[in-house]
């Protein structure tokens, strides 16, 4: 089976991640020709159920990347407040 999926839309460490937890059951094979990755997974039973439940966690992945891109700022105050040696530290300071 051969899934294409486009890395400007799925990032590097989203497939990877997305490979990683589909290894322990299947071998699969990369390759990379401009922006397109080209993924032979061997042994796949039921194709259909497969590229469900692989496009279901790349989206998932995909979606904690920008979960984690845009709550960056908020985590780094909070652990800057919460270990911080200064009890009066600025947003400015923190964010420095």
Same mark, same amino acid.
Not at 45 to 67: A, C, G, P, T
């Given at each position: ?8 839309? &799925? ?5 990877? +991640?997305?490979?990683?937890? &589909?290894?322990? %059951? @299947?071998? #699969?094979?990369?390759?990379? %020709? =401009?922006? #397109? $990755? +080209? *993924? ?8 259909? %159920?497969?590229?469900? $439940?692989? &496009? %279901? !966690? *790349?989206?998932? @992945? !995909?979606?904690? $990347?920008? /979960?984690? !891109? =845009? ?5 780094? /105050? *909070? @652990?800057? !407040?919460? &270990?911080?040696?200064?009890? =009066? *530290? +600025?947003?400015? =300071? #923190?964010? $420095?």
């Amino acid at each position: 089976m051969t899934l294409n999926i486009d890395r400007n839309i &799925f990032s590097d460490s989203c497939i990877s +991640t997305v490979i990683y937890w &589909f290894s322990n %059951q @299947y071998t #699969i094979q990369r390759t990379l %020709q =401009e922006s #397109i $990755e +080209t *993924l032979t997974i061997d042994n796949v039973s039921d194709e259909k %159920q497969f590229r469900l $439940e692989f &496009f %279901q !966690k *790349l989206n998932d @992945y !995909k979606l904690r $990347e920008q /979960i984690d !891109k =845009e709550t960056k700022d908020i985590k780094t /105050i *909070l @652990y800057a !407040k919460a &270990f911080g040696e200064f009890d =009066e *530290l +600025t947003e400015e =300071e #923190i964010l $420095e």
